[in-house]
């Protein structure tokens, strides 16, 4: 079985500081795993997407998250945050059931201040 | 990646009533899915729909409370039925496709509130 593990629910951090945004993972297999955003009031948008190409994998608006298999993380990161950046991340797993079904974390809410 | 849109974007309805949501996608699309995210939550996964095929539904959700229709690779529609203040959620459709049939590209969603 599958599951994905956001490790806090709010990240509070001030603009111009580095961003981490936690995820560990669960998985029988290697898995396809995804971040994506949403800010208030829209829909979802992908920032970056793990297979196995490479560890590292960077995403838009500066965002990068690098897998680890041996600590089944795939943690979230940007060197200097912005306040457009304050909004809801999940971290996805893709479910391996079929039909691509894909499994959310609980999601991060980052508060940027000024 | 496909552009896709709903409508509507919001509405609050009366319990015991229906409402009917439109997904629009502005290619051709194997998979279609739905999800509902209850305030303040993440996303669920109502059901699939693959087009030409009865959609599959996730545990605890039911045909009866959330048909759906899939007529062709561009569109879906996802009905809430006889609903009831707990339905009020964020509901979205999603896609996949194409070469890369592991990615899904989000609507924008609809806000429903049922009082």
């Known amino acids: 079985a599958q599951s994905v593990t956001q490790l806090d629910s709010h990240v509070s951090v001030s603009e111009g500081t580095p961003v981490l945004l936690r995820c560990n993972y669960s998985?029988?297999?290697?898995?396809?795993l995804f971040w994506y955003v949403q800010h208030p009031n829209k829909g979802l948008q992908l920032l970056l997407k793990?297979?196995?190409?490479?560890?590292l994998v960077k995403g838009i608006n500066g965002f990068e998250a690098e897998f680890k298999k041996s600590e089944t993380s795939f943690h979230l990161t940007k060197p200097s945050a912005h306040m457009s950046d304050a909004a809801e991340y999940f971290c996805?797993?893709?479910?391996?059931?079929?039909?691509?079904?894909?499994?959310f974390g609980t999601g991060t809410r980052l508060l940027v201040s000024p | 990646s496909a552009v896709i849109s709903q409508k509507p974007s919001r509405d609050i309805c009366q319990r015991g009533t229906s409402l009917t949501i439109q997904c629009q996608v502005d290619s051709q699309v194997t998979m279609m899915f739905w999800y509902r995210q209850q305030p303040g939550q993440s996303l669920t996964l109502i059901a699939t729909?693959?087009?030409?095929?009865?959609?599959?539904?996730e545990s605890g959700f039911v045909i009866d409370k959330f048909p759906i229709s899939r007529p062709n690779l561009t569109f879906s529609t996802l009905t809430v039925s006889n609903m009831s203040p707990e339905d009020s959620s964020i509901y979205l459709c999603?896609?996949?496709?194409?070469?890369?049939?592991?990615?899904?590209?989000f609507g924008p969603g609809t806000r429903l509130t049922v009082l």
């Open positions: 793990y297979t196995s190409a490479a560890t």
């Open positions: 999603s896609v996949s496709g194409g070469e890369d049939t592991d990615t899904q590209y």
């Open positions: 998985s029988s297999y290697s898995p396809s």
């Open positions: 729909a693959n087009q030409g095929s009865e959609a599959t539904y």
């Open positions: 996805v797993v893709s479910a391996n059931t079929g039909f691509q079904k894909l499994l």
